[in-house]
């Protein structure tokens, strides 16, 4: 048997009214899927669908993350993938605590490959906020994300890493921790 894994970092639910907000103002452009607020998560590593026996490898190799130090993480810029002309993606970025973001992904991406699983391309640390279909109105969104490229959305306290099953469904995906591994 399989689950469909991933390591994250969850977006506290302190955020949801500015994400709420934000989805507000995007809805209307076009047909996007919108992400829950409950569901926002910065994606560490995205492991795929992995055996069940595979899991306790895994959560092993993920210990050493409880050493890492708590730090502060600024929520900051609204953006698109590929870019604001052809937007795929709509998502908040990440200011503060990407230094510490980046070494926490290097050590899972180290520890990971050790389990058999492959390294990441290239690693943007973000919230995704919407997946684009269509745009009706291309102009009005990059007025958006131009408007809300540097604004500070808030800050929290990063505690904690998760490991994630994620359940696909026409509803959309529903999430399911596994593992939650706390800083020090």
């Not at 490229?149 to 509803?171: A, N």
């Amino acid at each position: 048997m399989k689950k469909r894994l991933f390591i994250a970092l969850p977006l506290p639910y302190g955020f949801h009214d500015t994400l709420s907000g934000l989805q507000d103002k995007i809805r209307h452009l076009g047909k996007m899927k919108l992400v829950e607020p409950d569901n926002v998560h910065l994606t560490l590593k995205f492991l795929g669908n992995v055996e069940v026996d595979k899991i306790p490898d895994i959560e092993k190799a993920l210990a050493p993350i409880r050493e890492y130090k708590k730090f502060e993480l600024r929520v900051y810029g609204l953006g698109a993938f590929p870019n604001n002309k052809r937007p795929r993606v709509i998502w908040l970025g990440v200011e503060k605590g990407v230094d510490e973001i980046a070494s926490i992904h290097e050590k899972i991406s180290s520890e990971m490959i050790k389990v058999g699983f492959t390294a990441d391309k290239r690693f943007h640390p973000h919230y995704t906020l919407a997946r684009v279909k269509y745009l009706n109105n291309k102009l009005g969104l990059r007025e958006i994300l131009v408007k809300n490229r540097e604004q500070v959305f808030g800050e929290y306290t990063v505690e904690r890493i998760t490991l994630m099953e994620s359940h696909l469904s026409p509803k959309g995906p529903a999430y399911t921790v596994l593992g939650d591994f706390r800083l020090s």
